[in-house]
């Protein structure tokens, strides 16, 4: 007995998914057309596995975001970094040996301006290059060690960057 009403249940929520699909058919990829076929699929979901009585919905990430995407910007409006101050790229023949930092975050190589040391970094190398640790201050900090310390995390350990503390400054 209680396998027949396993098995018409799974009859009924097969029925909506096969009516769903079936009534999606050739519609277009306009936003109004992807937004009906949400709600619908929403409403089979719905249909076919219910949200328990009582049940609250509240999706927790433990991690906050709040700092994951950091820019030259975000770290000179915090002080750790200091317009004027002159970077200098990492052992290699490169076109240029500097970007400067400006006062309103970008770097300043060749005459170009960049919103990322990534750019500044693939403009002086010539391929992509993770910008982050290819330029250095003149104390020989690396720009990825003065945004992990923005974001509160431990340098990467490389001998001079050790030096960084928790509020940015060095030894």
Known sequence: MGSQA??????RHLLLNSRLLSSIGDEQWAEEAIEARTERIIDVLLAVWPVPQGHTGQVVDPRDKSQDWVEVKDLVAAGLLTPGTILTPRQGNWRSREALIRDNGTLEAEGQSFGSPSGAGRHVKGSVTNGWTFWSLPDGRRLIDVR???????????????????????E
């Open 6 to 11: 396993g098995r018409n249940s799974r009859t």
């Open 148 to 170: 992990a310390a923005f974001r509160g995390e431990k340098p990467t350990g490389d001998n001079k960057t050790t030096a960084l503390s928790e509020a940015g400054t060095t």
